[in-house]
């Protein structure tokens, strides 16, 4: 019987919790602080004065799209991870293109690699 009064006591005078935002908005939210912070960092180191050369080309293109998708759905799946009732397939969107952006990246080194020769890696 003293388990069923602690629990009357316990019930009593709740209210009722608001629910989390959808990881979508919540991204929202991250992405609405963390944009300006990233401008302002960027505005105070100044842009790579070849930067229009670089988007020329499709590597570099790859290889940035590869890095900000990863970044953006990682924060995604690390945001539903949290949530209980977010299926689990979520937590791996962020696998596609982070092997996407290390896939231009080895292919960059191995370009290097090639071109300079072992003497590379002293």
């Known amino acids: ?4 009064r602690l629990i009357e ?11 989390l935002p959808s990881p979508a908005r919540r991204l929202a939210g991250w992405l609405a ?5 990233l401008v302002v960092v960027t505005l105070g180191f100044g842009l ?3 930067l229009g050369g670089l988007f020329a080309s499709p590597g570099f293109v790859l290889e940035l799209a590869g890095a900000l998708l990863t970044g953006l759905l990682g924060g ?3 945001l539903c991870a949290v949530v209980p009732d977010q ?5 791996w969107l962020p696998v596609a293109p982070m ?19 072992p003497d590379g890696l002293r």
Do not use: F
């Open 76 to 78: 995604y799946a690390a």
């Open 1 to 4: 019987m003293e388990t069923e």
């Open 48 to 50: 790579r004065p070849n």
């Open 9 to 19: 006591q316990l019930s009593t005078g709740l209210t009722p919790v608001r629910p």
């Open 33 to 37: 602080a963390s944009v300006p912070a």
């Open 99 to 117: 092997l996407l952006w290390l896939g231009t990246l080895g292919q960059q080194c191995l370009e290097v690699a090639l071109r300079i020769g």
């Open 87 to 91: 299926p689990a397939w979520k937590l």
